[in-house]
């Protein structure tokens, strides 16, 4: 099949919404704890299935939402009526916050045609986009996976990466990386991994949740010191917002890993080096 891109924009996805192979997610997620799918319920895109971050996660780990067995993962999106080779788009309420996070899932479970929607459910809603309201009820379809492992980082991968003095890129608030905010989970050391680099995700998005343009996105990782070559390792908070950074170098032709574990675990821990500072 031919590559897309890995963004759409909401007139994009309108144009496209009578696709049969076409499925549509919201993967919306609240660091509060509010439920996103009564959110769902009030008001989706049309044709929308909910893909939720947290049930689609390895529930025998105590870190949140990490990534599932390829099984799991198989099993339920293929209940909310996805297969491998449809072309995939996913959103959240926010703008470009958690989509991401879904779109890397998939990438991870060997999709190509996934595309993060720009601007989110509010992009829709200035385009004027309809939305349906209430439950959504998929035909079940058959995904099959095939997982890239080498897209996942684990705490040994990132504590070989910080001694080899490859990058990596922690995409919180640079208040909470310098560690002079505190940590929205208890339980968690405030700071950053010795060696990695700050790049909150919001720079790399517009005032209304948009990416920004091909040449601010470079312009962010160059002054990080990242070139083309590189191949760096993203971390957050718990593995979510890490991934817009890696959709940024998705659509710069680039291509990164994801520390799924994030501060969640390594901030968590009482055998990994903190250090705190800009």
Not at 2 to 28: F, H, N
Not at 79 to 102: N, P
Not at 261 to 267: D, P
Request: glycine share 12%.
């Amino acid at each position: 099949m031919a590559a897309i891109s890995s963004l759409v924009s909401a007139p994009e996805l309108l144009a496209g919404l009578g696709d049969p192979r076409l499925r549509v997610l919201d993967a919306s997620w609240h660091l509060d704890g509010t439920p996103a799918p009564p959110i769902f319920e009030t008001g989706h895109i049309p044709g929308a299935a909910f893909f939720d971050l947290e049930t689609i996660s390895d529930q025998a780990n105590p870190l949140p939402h990490m990534m599932p067995s390829s099984e799991q993962f198989a099993a339920q999106v293929g209940a909310l009526g996805v297969s491998a080779t449809d072309r995939i788009v996913v959103y959240d309420t926010f703008g470009l916050f958690t989509a991401a996070r879904a779109w890397w899932m998939f990438r991870a479970m060997g999709c190509d045609r996934v595309q993060v929607l720009d601007g989110g459910l509010p992009a829709w809603k200035r385009m004027g986009g309809s939305l349906e309201t209430g439950a959504a009820s998929p035909r079940p379809s058959v995904f099959k996976p095939d997982p890239r492992q080498q897209m996942i980082a684990d705490l040994a991968r990132v504590r070989a990466a910080l001694a080899a003095g490859e990058p990596v890129l922690d995409a919180r608030a640079a208040a909470r990386f310098a560690g002079t905010a505190p940590e929205p989970r208890p339980g968690l050391r405030a700071g950053h991994m010795p060696g990695a680099v700050n790049l909150p995700f919001g720079e790399l998005l517009t005032a209304e949740g948009l990416m920004r343009e091909p040449e601010a996105l470079e312009a962010a990782f160059a002054v990080r010191g990242l070139g083309p070559a590189d191949r760096p390792i993203a971390s957050c908070g718990s593995g979510v917002t890490a991934a817009v950074p890696l959709l940024a170098l998705a659509l710069l032709g680039r291509e990164g890993v994801l520390y799924d574990g994030s501060w969640a675990e390594w901030g968590g821990r009482d055998d990994t080096e903190v250090v705190t500072g800009p």
